[in-house]
């Protein structure tokens, strides 16, 4: 995320705008035909992996796929320096998720060709963080507010999130953010992202207290809590459903039109359930634009990663089979 | 099933009679080029999968899967509503196969595309029954008869086979059928849809005497045990090899060209075989065209639901690389 | 392997040679397009996988695809027959990879359209013995050299390894030569691989030292343990790490500008290591540059099993994406 500036950022963003048709299924463009995405996860996911061959598709290429660690060479020992050298002749870019941190850079550094992280472990998943932060600026700018002066509550797990992780990253690059951590004590943000946020200028309370914590704010980031980055099963359960919204907390405690954001999946099962379902209705559950939005995100991280961007145009036609209504 | 009625069994045939071209390889239609198919198969599948994929291929789409459930992030405790509104952001129609019985119903409630029931549990599966009723009307139509007054047997595991539940409610649509039904008792087919066929009007004969029960059928529907849907392995073995079709029980109590069908796969293990592989030079055995007709019942239906089926000439040329003669 | 001669292996370098310019992302050809790939891997491989898809995606092709033996209907007892016979009917070639040795031979005679072998079991890995081949060619006439007269040393698990076995198959239509076999005793090459390689007229020389073996030859093929195929691991760890080459043992033992090649994966852990990450920076490992021909050899194939090979050009343009240096 590091790579990253606001200047970056903005031409993402002006990209992933202009992806909008595409993505909504109003026009085709075949601008990367014949391209190959290696859309390379080691670690199990659907949603990411099928956002990221999603939008490579939706820009015209041919996606190459690997969706867990025990086909691959690694589990045979390979080095991270080999398998980027193999993968990286097969493929014009690489989006790599694997459950080591670091394992990425790792990665990028022996390829021979642009590499996205897809997640590494619980230490970054950039993608998100730009949709998470693109779905901000929209919901908030929607309310005459921008990212500057943003009032953000994160709440659950932000030990193991590496989506909270990454969007810390990103927003201290704006001004004057109001940071609201509330989790257990033991999943707490590490210290080196809170002193990151409080040296650029940036407001951060600590709180165990849902609300309290959710009472003042524009937005409200929930995560789930990462079981599978705990040592144990049970560990894990020790910290389920601390932490619940809906909507009679909501409407007791929270500003009108505060935004409800949610990285994905949400775990619906009752002894968790950090966001229940009875908010499913509420126009400011923004859950499901955000998820939509990383597909514009990837989308413009592809374009912009192979240089089409401006030619996105060149191959474009109106769709001419049944779309649904979807955006 | 119950969403079809004539009318619509024979819209999709006649998509299906156009597609052969296509599938037959002779021609190459690009009416879905820029499309996505999200195929999402949260139960184990090769066959119906890449059936599918295959068919969307064909009409110049791309197809995004899931292989298994462990993969996704309904194992963290996703509801199906969320998976649902999720992954319809992704493409332009979702196949789904999942292991709960109603999970394709409740995930296709939430979703914004259209959704295609790819098997739920021992529940349904429509393109099965859609490709058998398809088989059936073609071998017999070459036999000089039609479905209506058809006899037909079917065998095995009348419980827990999906695709005999979604075939007799397509039959029931049908007149006058004669069913046939050979099973062992614990294994036969649920009182619900033997009284919705005899209050249709239509014949049925329970038995558990495999030779009584084929001698006077224009169609054989074999089925295999599916062990995968009991409670114990133990208590599937029980039931393996109770029915087995050979050529020498055939040509002793079949009728000529008597056909003989099966969804497939068939257990040519020896403490299963219900249908033996001396079989596999007998004209009558129309289980591999079973197979062939699913991709285009699959191509008739993608190409319905997304509105395209009179303009797949638009796109086509013909086939210019080497291609084995199929159907 | 035995259904070439050198005629046909001098076919596919060629058309493996008017493949750079797609393999490395200058040009672009459409010359498949609508045509699938049925790229079946009942055994987990990703770099297998991954080339022959590619390799299709290059020439405008689809590709579906299977991972993993348990989500096929292999698992429900299936036949290789029936297998054949329903897969062939999804697309216009077949690669597979099965862990059983003749499994895909049995499957070919079964299918209606073109089967590659991707590797079965311990038996044959076709593909990769070409690309090896090519490999050899290629570094060795760089040198002045060609594969008449070659000096070759094979080391490590030469029982297992089918690359190993289909390379000595293609080695033995030359002419002369001369071959070292560097394994433990109980890892050593079949006596019916060596009797054919002397029967032919070569050279055959078994060692067990390491040094001896690889002082006076034009290439080193080194491979992995194959610990998958053993019984049991244990008896796959004592074996692990007997033979290492390292920059130090190149430098002390070989001559100069003798070449290094690995089937790859390699296996970089401590203690196996058989190729260290010292020589990475030696311009004679070719270990990166053979698997990059390996999509060169699998487009050649799949262009003459289509009868497409000069038909490649008729659709083919420029790319118009940044692309790295690759090559």
Redesign the interface.
């Given at each position: 995320m590091s790579q990253f500036d606001r200047h970056a950022i903005d031409q993402v963003f002006a990209a992933a705008d202009s992806m909008v048709p595409f993505a909504n299924?109003q026009r085709?463009?075949?601008?990367?035909?014949?391209?190959?995405l290696?859309n390379m996860?080691f670690e199990?996911?659907?949603?990411t992996?099928?956002?990221f061959?999603?939008a490579w598709?939706?820009l015209?290429g041919?996606?190459?796929?690997?969706?867990?660690i025990?086909?691959?060479?690694?589990?045979?020992?390979?080095?991270f320096?080999?398998?980027a050298?193999?993968?990286?002749?097969?493929?014009?870019v690489i989006v790599m998720r694997h459950q080591i941190e670091g394992s990425v850079e790792e990665f990028a550094s022996a390829s021979?060709?642009?590499v996205i992280n897809g997640g590494d472990g619980s230490n970054e998943h950039p993608s998100q963080a730009l949709l998470d932060l693109y779905t901000i600026r929209k919901e908030v700018s929607d309310r005459g507010k921008g990212v500057d002066n943003l009032r953000i509550a994160l709440i659950g797990d932000l030990r193991y999130g590496r989506a909270v992780h990454s969007l810390c990253k990103l927003l201290t690059l704006y001004d004057n953010v109001h940071f609201t951590l509330v989790s257990p004590p033991e999943l707490s943000l590490g210290d080196e992202y809170i002193e990151e946020m409080r040296g650029a200028g940036h407001e951060v309370v600590e709180s165990s207290d849902l609300q309290a914590g959710i009472s003042h704010a524009d937005i409200l980031y929930v995560t789930?809590t990462q079981?599978?980055r705990f040592p144990t099963q049970e560990e894990a359960e020790r910290y389920k459903g601390l932490f619940r919204l809906n909507q009679s907390v909501y409407t007791e405690y929270c500003e009108p039109n505060t935004v409800i954001m949610h990285p994905?999946?949400?775990?619906?099962?009752g002894n968790?359930n950090e966001l229940d379902?009875d908010l499913?209705e509420n126009p400011n559950l923004a859950i499901?634009r955000q998820?939509?939005n990383g597909?514009l995100i990837r989308m413009a991280l592809f374009s912009l990663?192979?240089?089409?961007a401006d030619?996105v145009e060149d191959t474009a036609r109106d769709?001419?089979?049944?779309?649904?209504?979807?955006f």
């Open positions: 299924r085709v463009t075949r601008v990367l035909e014949g391209a190959i290696g996860f199990p996911s659907t949603r992996r099928v956002s061959g999603c598709n939706l015209g041919e996606v190459r796929e690997t969706a867990e025990k086909t691959s060479a690694i589990a045979k020992g390979e080095s320096y080999d398998t050298r193999v993968l990286s002749g097969y493929s014009d021979r060709v642009p789930r079981e599978e994905l999946p949400r775990d619906s099962r968790a379902n499913n499901f998820t939509d597909v990663i192979l240089d089409v030619k769709v001419s089979w049944y779309t649904a209504k979807r």
